[in-house]
């Protein structure tokens, strides 16, 4: 029996928005969300809204990098048939972008046991946003002449199709406070850091207690942020890399999907009075609209170059 390595990292999302930040967001003001399941309890309703946002993430996921890709960060295996070019490097443009990290590359002549591990390091690979460059398995060699034919040592040969597997992490850092974090604090428990690095800058998406901060150092699940908090986080607040416009499609999303169901959202005017239960569809279209018109920039260009 022989397994797809690229099965492993396919089809898993998380969700991009937190109900507080649906409940809390303008685009979703007029729409009520306290009968989504009829005469169902309070936390019933929060569970059904939660279940909107995963299928309104999944909506953003599809769309912008196919049925299996997701926006989140992701260590991704794929493998692929490569030739080297003339300069003895071969090119991934692996199927997700964008690349933040690349963990492991093998290459041989032949599947399974012909492929080599090739350790890698900033000497031998070289990180693009949409590909990445591999060179030889042990770095380039000196240069050496022929007559008036320059020559590089180490290169894989251009004429020889390799088989190559490789892992990759891409996407962008999207996780959960598993704990609480006091204002003031350093240290962040998260869900997952993947996708997250020393040095980058995450917002913690909490209303009107937004705020911006940069990671020192990660060990396990746990950031080290280079100032303290300015305010209180509570479990379950999302921190991420992920871009404003992202989050607002998926609003969109969430607002479209509950205009769309059978029973209609309640729509309010500007002075909070009920003026009337929006009919199955309408306005549900503009939403779906801005919605996708926001994530176009995302959308995924498939292929290997």
């Known amino acids: 029996m022989v397994i797809a390595p690229f099965i492993t990292s396919e089809g898993t999302g998380t969700p991009y928005v937190t109900i507080e930040e649906v409940l809390f967001s ?17 936390a019933v309703q929060r569970r059904a809204l ?7 993430s999944a909506k953003a996921d599809n769309y912008t990098m196919g049925a299996l890709g997701t926006l989140s960060a992701t260590q991704s295996t794929e493998n692929g048939r490569f ?12 199927e997700f972008w964008p690349i933040l990290e690349v963990v492991s590359f093998s290459a041989g002549t032949l599947p399974g046991q012909g492929q080599q591990n090739i350790t890698l390091s900033t000497n031998n690979c070289f990180i ?14 000196s240069q050496t002449s022929i007559g008036s034919l320059d020559m590089v040592g180490g290169s894989y040969n251009f004429r020889q199709e390799n088989y190559c597997t490789y892992q990759y992490v ?24 993947l996708g997250m690095y020393a040095g980058q ?6 209303g009107m207690n937004d705020e911006v901060v940069t990671i020192q150092s990660i060990s396990g699940s746990t950031l080290t942020i280079t100032a303290g908090t300015k305010f209180t986080h509570a479990q379950g607040v999302n921190i ?25 959202g309640l729509v309010i005017n500007e002075i ?14 503009a939403d779906e609209t801005q919605g996708y018109d926001l994530l176009d920039d995302f959308r995924q260009v498939w292929g290997r170059n």
């Open 26 to 42: 303008p685009t979703a003001s007029g729409i009520d969300f306290t009968n989504l399941i009829e005469n169902a309890s309070d």
């Open 272 to 285: 909070g009075e009920a003026q009337q239960y929006s009919t199955r569809d309408v306005n549900g279209q």
């Open 240 to 264: 991420s890399a992920l871009p404003a416009t992202v989050k607002q499609a998926v609003i969109h999303f969430c607002v479209a999907m509950i205009k769309q169901r059978g029973q209609g």
């Open 201 to 206: 800058t995450l917002t913690i998406w909490d």
């Open 83 to 94: 030739r080297p070019n003339r300069d003895g490097n071969i090119i991934v443009h692996p």
């Open 50 to 56: 939660q279940e909107v946002i995963v299928r309104a």
């Open 170 to 193: 891409n996407g962008f850092a999207n996780a959960f406070f598993t704990a609480e974090a006091t204002v003031g604090t350093t240290t962040l428990v998260v869900s997952n850091p």
């Open 128 to 141: 693009e946003r949409h590909q990445f460059i591999v060179t030889a398995a042990t770095g380039l060699g």
